[in-house]
Nanobody, 126 residues
Framework: QLQLVESGGGFVHPGGSLRLSCAASGFNLDYYSIGWFRQAPGKEREGVSCISPGDGRTYYTDSVKGRFTISRDNAKNTVYLQIDSLKPEDTAVYYC???????????????????WGQGTQVTVSS
């Protein structure tokens, strides 16, 4: 059964860092695009970053470029999101999701993703 489990969220002060993990089971994530999304209270879910299968091409939304880094460890079947220089506006529940079309380049279109994890809370506050 296909499953995604996020972890690594927490409370940090502005300027701090976290590394989020998205552990996959039931499929080989190297064949599929994986996206990270976030949803703040009262706001719509937005795309943050994604990584394509194969060559691992990455994509970031403008607001996180230079601060967030997505990566993939095929041996662990896990995708990571390193988030640095955190700001209060980064506070949200962070979700990972998979596009189950094999070898499709990733995009941050929420409707491209079929399976979602349960989310992990990131809170940035002084």
């Amino acid at each position: 059964q296909l499953q995604l489990v996020e972890s690594g969220g927490g409370f940090v002060h502005p300027g701090g860092s976290l590394r989020l993990s998205c552990a996959a089971s039931g499929f080989n994530l190297d064949y599929y695009s994986i996206g990270w999304f976030r949803q703040a209270p009262g706001k719509e879910r937005e795309g943050v970053s994604c990584i394509s299968p194969g060559d691992g091409r990455t994509y970031y939304t403008d607001s996180v470029k230079g601060r967030f880094t997505i990566s993939r460890d095929n041996a662990k079947n896990t995708v990571y999101l390193q988030i640095d220089s955190l700001k209060p506006e980064d506070t949200a529940v962070y979700y990972c999701a998979v596009n189950t079309v094999q070898f499709r380049l990733c995009w941050l279109n929420i409707y491209d993703y079929d399976y979602w994890g349960q989310g992990t809370q990131v809170t940035v506050s002084s």
